[in-house]
């Protein structure tokens, strides 16, 4: 998806698919606008990643097969600095109400930073099946559609910021 298409833009074409269609594909923006609005709005409309079009065809081959996986792909520079800016209390409030565990909290601040479930497994020392448990139970207990969702919620709510809460 585009950010800027003719007609109906990319940000409320996600929307509009996300929330008609059946069973809706995964969607990576790939664009040439790096504007925080763009990445933040198409994050909230529901997109799986967001990637500037400057990138190498390696690495939007790679987005796309990450995408596709059903894992996500963060613009983590951008995110950081525009949850911060629009964290609310809403989020606040989402992330107090969802009482995670001390692990949820471990395996949110690494999706936070990327980092699939293979690579949380490895960091954690544990299966990838525990960490897609872990995972899901963070979803659930946030009421986010997705992994982006949950990070935008983590971020938002201040639970973490940018430049720290980098677990090893």
Known sequence: MDVRMPLMDGIEATRAVLRTVPDPPRILVITTFEEDEYVYGALRAGADGFLLRRARPAEIVH??????EGESLLFPPA???LAAAHGNDAARRALEKAALTEREGQVLRFLARGLTNAEIAAELHLGTETVKTHVSAVL???GARDRVQAVITAYESGFITAGA???R
């Open 79 to 81: 995110l950081r600095s």
């Open 63 to 68: 987005a796309v097969r990450i995408v596709a």
């Open 140 to 142: 659930a207990k946030l």
């Open 165 to 167: 809460d980098q677990p």
